[in-house]
T-cell receptor, first 114, second 113 residues
Framework: AQSVTQLDSQVPVFEEAPVELRCNYS??????LFWYVQYPNQGLQLLLK??????LVESINGFEAEFNKSQTSFHLRKPSVHISDTAEYFC????????????FGKGTKLTVNP | NAGVTQTPKFQVLKTGQSMTLQCAQD?????MSWYRQDPGMGLRLIHY???????DQGEVPNGYNVSRSTTEDFPLRLLSAAPSQTSVYFC????????????FGEGSRLTVL
């Protein structure tokens, strides 16, 4: 079975500051890793994913995450955040044998202040 | 494109009542699932289906029932609502092929009094 730990429940930052949202996972098998974003009163949307290949993956809106197998981490980073990045971010994991069954972390609420 | 459509968006029930949350997708996705979202708990998988006629339990299936008679629809039934089932429910679908990309509906907020 897999599990996901998001170390921070809330992260407040100022606009244009860098941010890192931390995610650690636990699994006895090889995994796929995901970050989903939830804007207020909406469903979740896929932000980025790691399936294989390069351990650094990027989203179209400037976020990146790096898969670190030795530290079992998949932290999400952005060098300069915008007000519009205010949302809740969920890290998720699945095993490579049945990846649609995602296990989610408890979420990190990112608030970007002017 | 409609994507994943959930109805109703809001519902208030009394303890012991039954109801069905509807979920439909128009993307011809084989995989569909139901999650519940509670504050500080993230999303927890209730039931899922890998295709028409096939369903299975997730992490928190008790008190819920599902069926999958068509590819498009995956209703979630609450047999006898309890206050502990007060939550926001999300339906999600995926093309499959182990891509892990779930497409979510906008959610159904259920309050059980």
């Amino acid at each position: 079975a897999q599990s996901v730990t998001q170390l921070d429940s809330q992260v407040p930052v100022f606009e244009e500051a860098p941010v890192e949202l931390r995610c650690n996972y636990s699994s006895s098998v090889s995994v796929y890793l995901f970050w989903y974003v939830q804007y207020p009163n909406q469903g979740l949307q896929l932000l980025l994913k790691y399936l294989s290949g390069s351990t650094l993956v990027e989203s179209i809106n400037g976020f990146e995450a790096e898969f670190n197998k030795s530290q079992t981490s998949f932290h999400l980073r952005k060098p300069s955040v915008h007000i519009s990045d205010t949302a809740e971010y969920f890290c998720a994991v699945s095993d490579r044998g049945g990846s649609e069954k995602l296990v989610f972390g408890k979420g990190t609420k990112l608030t970007v202040n002017p | 494109n409609a994507g994943v459509t959930q109805t109703p968006k809001f519902q208030v029930l009394k303890t012991g009542q039954s109801m069905t949350l509807q979920c439909a997708q128009d993307m011809n996705h084989e995989y569909m699932s139901w999650y519940r979202q509670d504050p500080g708990m993230g999303l927890r998988l209730i039931h899922y289906s890998v295709g028409a006629g096939i369903t299975d339990q997730g992490e928190v299936p008790n008190g819920y029932n599902v069926s999958r008679s068509t590819t498009e629809d995956f209703p979630l039934r609450l047999l006898s609502a309890a206050p502990s089932q007060t939550s926001v429910y999300f339906c999600a679908s995926s093309l499959g092929g182990y891509t892990g990309e779930l497409f979510f509906g906008e959610g159904s907020r259920l309050t059980v009094l």
